[in-house]
């Protein structure tokens, strides 16, 4: 596999490049969870990064690589994975776009 060395911004990682693997588009994953061991031997922390571009694209609005920026609360990216997996609107499990 391939791996390409990536800068971390923030977080406990800040200033450092670390061999990240690629995937087979050949881009680093979006985000990148690092375990931190608990001292008193309790459950790892997990610092999360998300992938975000490295500089200015050029004139043509490509990618000039990437970077990792630290994620403090270590959330979702915020939208459903799915489409169909939208809350329900109503308490009685019917949503307004249902067809019937």
């Known amino acids: 596999m391939k791996s390409e060395d990536t800068p971390f ?9 670390l ?12 985000t990148y969870r690092v375990p931190v ?14 992938r975000v571009p490295r500089g200015p694209s050029g004139r043509l609005g490509l990618t000039q690589g990437w970077k990792y920026a630290y994620d403090p609360q270590g959330r979702a990216s915020g939208r459903p994975r799915w489409p169909w997996s939208k809350p329900d609107a109503a308490p009685g499990g019917t949503r307004d776009d249902a067809d019937g």
């Open 9 to 17: 911004e923030g977080g406990p990682l800040d200033g450092r490049s």
């Open 19 to 30: 061999p990240v693997l690629l995937g087979p588009t050949g881009r680093p994953p979006k």
């Open 37 to 50: 061991p608990d001292a008193a031997g309790g459950p790892p922390t997990v610092l999360v990064y998300r």
